[in-house]
């Protein structure tokens, strides 16, 4: 079954970098679109970032856009989540999600890890 | 951006009966719409996409309608397991975007 499985969250200042990671498994993962979706602490989801099957294509966020960078190794099933000059505001747990269209992309969200948190504060 | 309003943001409802969750966009989202549902401490899963269409494993109890703008998800008879935060999102527009949420709760 699928399974995703972020780490890399921490308790960072402002203005440090951090990067997260996820891990996938019981699915091709280089056939597949992966977002990042955020949700602070007692809030709401918020979308962050998206990346192609191939990694030839991303999208972000205006909140995010020219702070994060999402990336992925299709070699290792692994997807990750640059984040640099990190704001309170940033703190959320980051979650990793499939996208359920192979190749392309629906834009909707079928399967979710566990998330990891990340806390910014000085 | 397209708004997604998600009302009521709490309902109490009693095992067994019906409860009816509405969530409206700013601007149409054609049936670019999803529902999720999280419970505490847990990712969210999805329940309907395409507006009405239930997700694999979802059961039949949970059904989706609308399009436009004015969407709708009914339970039809609430389960303990039900009791969670319900959230909206649509996709037809950039960003992605999700609603506030409805926590649906034991009456």
């Known amino acids: 079954q699928v399974q995703l499985v972020e780490s890399g969250g921490g308790v960072v200042q402002p203005g440090r970098s951090l990067r997260l990671s996820c891990a996938a498994s019981?699915?091709?993962?280089?056939?597949?679109?992966m977002h990042w979706v955020r949700q602070a602490p007692g809030k709401g989801l918020e979308w962050v970032a998206l990346i192609s099957y191939d990694g030839s294509n991303k999208y972000y966020a205006d909140s995010v856009k020219g702070r994060f960078t999402i990336s992925r190794d299709n070699s290792k099933n692994m997807l990750y989540l640059q984040m640099n000059s990190l704001r309170p505001e940033d703190t959320a747990l980051y979650y990793c999600?499939?996208?359920?269209?192979?190749?392309?992309?629906?834009?909707?969200?079928?399967?979710w890890g566990q998330g990891t948190l990340v806390t910014v504060s000085p | 951006e397209t708004v997604m309003t998600q009302s009521p943001a709490t309902l109490s409802v009693s095992p067994g009966e019906r409860a009816t969750l509405s969530c409206r966009a700013s601007?149409?989202?054609?049936?670019?719409l999803a529902w999720y549902q999280q419970k505490p401490g847990q990712a969210p899963r999805l329940l309907i996409y395409g507006a009405s269409t239930r997700a694999t494993g979802i059961p039949a109890r949970f059904s989706g309608g609308g399009s436009g703008t004015d969407f709708s998800l009914t339970i039809s008879s609430l389960q303990s397991e039900d009791f969670a935060v319900y959230y909206c999102?649509?996709?037809?527009?950039?960003?992605?975007?999700f609603g506030g949420g409805t926590k649906v709760e034991i009456k």
């Open positions: 601007q149409t989202v054609s049936s670019d």
């Open positions: 999600a499939r996208d359920p269209d192979k190749y392309g992309s629906y834009n909707w969200f079928d399967s």
């Open positions: 999102q649509q996709y037809n527009n950039w960003p992605l975007t």
């Open positions: 019981g699915f091709t993962f280089s056939n597949y679109v």
